[in-house]
């Protein structure tokens, strides 16, 4: 792409002032692409509608800690479908970097160290890839790509499986805390809060917090750009509640939590990560679960994240289409992007929802509900017919001030296609 022509792209998809920081990277720095390697497949239905990288895990999406740790901005190399919304920028020098790594500062700066024709590696995992313009796109059509092999000698971690996004949060919340914090001054915490270990609490600018409970003694309490706590609430850490969002009245919110931007929270939350603009406002119980973006939970819904048994909890599996054991005997609610449900449901323990799902009605709903699905278990399941399903989406985000465009239809467009053979059939029995 020429400088011209990337210019013009920047000022569409960046701010000024990332658009110049790019131009800088391509000129004076490696650039960074984020892939997807066969973790895509793994961690559906919540990357049907972004690339790894995007996923949220800690206080910050796995992009955003590379761009912290590198001070570059990244690109993506993702699924055909999604390409156009989340474009791959090449340069002279690139390096290709796997999307579902967690970095740390000795990785990053093993990364950092390739030469194009190098590949940092340990067991079957490649972790990144020097290469010019020309070997990227022999990565990007499959073709063989000869690298010198860099074995990295040290553990890290790495998103594998839907679930590791909750299990991981606690201690992702705490690395991306002290990044986040290094070398700054916390807003000063209102005489009206009950703090425990003040020390591990920081608040962002414009933040609003009045008579609330905060402990912070088993990890740290993040406190996002004009983000709201209300009256009445009651926070363990690790907590991280991102730019924007809010916590309803007399929530009780047990760590490690994370409430994305733009999101809602109420009611009793233990261990659960909410992607953006998604909202469990009211009184019901969340826990161990994800729930991507665009997400609404109905006044006292609640989910079930132990078994009566106490058993091992099993979970559906879109790559392998059959439920899958987790190794946890705490596991909830997975939700793709989009999806509803009606007050008072009830979801069982280890149910997994994909994108665009409107669930209703008493009774426990089956513990795999395919994406664009309509009903409950009483009424049944039909096709949400995608008219009726794109004007809702359209309406939300319009409340936010975002525009549900064409790229995002083809992209949910591609999700109904990719998925009209999970509506047709009726999974066995996770038992």
């Known amino acids: 792409m020429s400088d011209y022509y990337f210019s013009i792209y920047c000022l569409k998809a960046y701010s000024l002032k990332a658009c110049s920081l790019l131009l800088n990277n391509r000129t004076n720095m490696k650039n960074l692409i984020l892939f997807d390697d066969n973790s895509w497949a793994e961690l559906l239905p919540l990357t049907y509608t972004r690339p790894v990288a995007e996923i949220r895990t800690g206080i910050l999406t796995i992009r955003e800690k590379w761009e912290k740790m590198t001070g570059t901005m990244c690109s993506w190399?993702?699924?055909?479908?999604?390409?156009?919304k989340f474009r791959l920028i090449t340069g002279s020098d690139n390096i290709l970097i796997n999307g579902s790594v967690i970095p740390d500062e000795h990785l990053v700066a093993e990364v950092m160290k390739l030469v194009n024709g190098e590949a940092l590696v340990r067991e079957d995992c490649l972790i990144a890839a020097a290469m010019d313009e020309s070997m990227v796109e022999d990565f990007r059509n499959k073709d063989n790509c000869e690298f010198k092999n860099i074995t990295y000698p040290i553990p890290f971690l790495k998103l594998n499986?839907?679930?590791?996004?909750?299990c991981l949060n606690g201690e992702l919340i705490k690395a991306d805390f002290k990044m986040i914090i290094h070398g700054r001054v916390s807003q000063p915490v209102s005489k009206t809060v009950n703090v425990i270990n003040p020390g591990n609490i920081f608040i962002e600018e414009g933040a609003r917090l009045e008579f609330v409970t905060l402990n912070a003694e088993n990890g740290p309490v993040y406190i996002g750009k004009n983000a709201e706590i209300m009256e009445g609430s009651l926070i363990r850490g690790p907590f991280a509640l991102c730019e924007n969002a809010v916590v309803k009245m007399g929530a009780k919110i047990y760590g490690p939590t994370t409430i994305g931007p733009y999101s809602k929270a109420g009611g009793e939350i233990n261990n659960c990560v909410l992607f953006s603009y998604s909202n469990k406002a009211h009184d019901g119980f969340l826990g161990n679960s994800v729930i991507g973006e665009w997400c609404n939970l109905g006044a006292d819904s609640n989910n079930s994240n132990l078994k009566n048994n106490y058993a091992e909890v099993k979970l559906w599996s879109h790559s392998k289409e059959r439920f899958m054991s987790t190794g946890l005997q705490f596991c909830g609610l997975i939700m793709g992007d989009h999806s509803k449900c009606g007050i008072n449901t009830m979801l069982n323990t280890g149910t997994v929802v994909g994108v665009f799902v409107n669930l209703f009605g008493s009774g426990f709903p089956r513990n795999f509900i395919p994406s664009f699905s309509w009903g409950g278990p009483n009424?049944?399941?039909?096709?949400?017919?995608?008219?009726?399903?794109?004007?809702?989406?359209?309406t939300v985000m319009e409340r936010r001030d975002l525009i549900f465009d064409e790229t995002e239809k083809k992209i949910l467009n591609a999700v109904f296609d990719m998925t009209i053979s999970h509506r047709n059939m009726e999974p066995a029995n996770p038992l």
């Open 77 to 84: 190399f993702t699924q055909d479908y999604l390409q156009e």
């Open 161 to 166: 499986n839907l679930w590791e996004i909750f």
């Open 379 to 394: 009424s049944g399941y039909t096709t949400y017919n995608k008219t009726a399903a794109f004007y809702v989406a359209k």
